[in-house]
């Protein structure tokens, strides 16, 4: 049984005791972003924001980041931060990483505008490839809300330790993260390794696989 049924059923015990038989859905937008003005398309909101000076990284990049691919995917990969090349050319997973993740989303049938949208977590690149700052994810994360809110994925999968870390809050070992379906603002999120590790770390490729094989199943099955 998976974790996320037993906390559903835990909430649904718990409400049960303090409620009897009657079940109360919160049916208000998750997005803190819904009523925060900003546009329904993801191209218009994509121009709305490109400007950002939010924090201290839209002075030091070179170009904004919003993100690729099928604006209406069910399957949405987030990194940390763009890299040099992504700062270069604006757009996330280029460069012999990107290249390995196009490889990786061919073998399941995929590719990086066809049910799959790809973006990260911070829209500027930190000086040096530096983790971004919590104070820095907290000005930049409502961004990726929003965006998360117009794709209405079927799944996220973060790449990596850092996003991970960063989309759950916690300070756990990215082993200790894979193979649990977590939530974020109600949507599955996956956590498995960066494909940047995978080129430093051949070992990673088979567990790498193994992730992409239960993401492929649980997008079938949700299909
Ligand atoms: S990193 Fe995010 S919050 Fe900071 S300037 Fe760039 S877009 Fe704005």
Redesign the pocket.
Known sequence: MSPRADDVRRYLRQTQELFGDELYLNLQPQSPLLDGGFDTDLAVFEQE?CT????P??QT?NK?VFGVGDPNASLLLVGEAPGAEEDRLGEPFVGRAGKLLDKILAAIDRNRHKDVYICNV???RPPNNRDPLRA?VD??EP?LLHQIHLIKPKLIVALGRVAGQTLLNVDKSLKSLRNIFHDYHGTPLMVTYHPAALLRNQDLKRPTWEDFKTIKDFLEQSN
Not at 52 to 55: E, P, S, T, W
């Open positions: 924001i950002c000076q939010k924090c990284l839209g990049r904004f911070m829209k500027c820095e000005q930049c961004y």
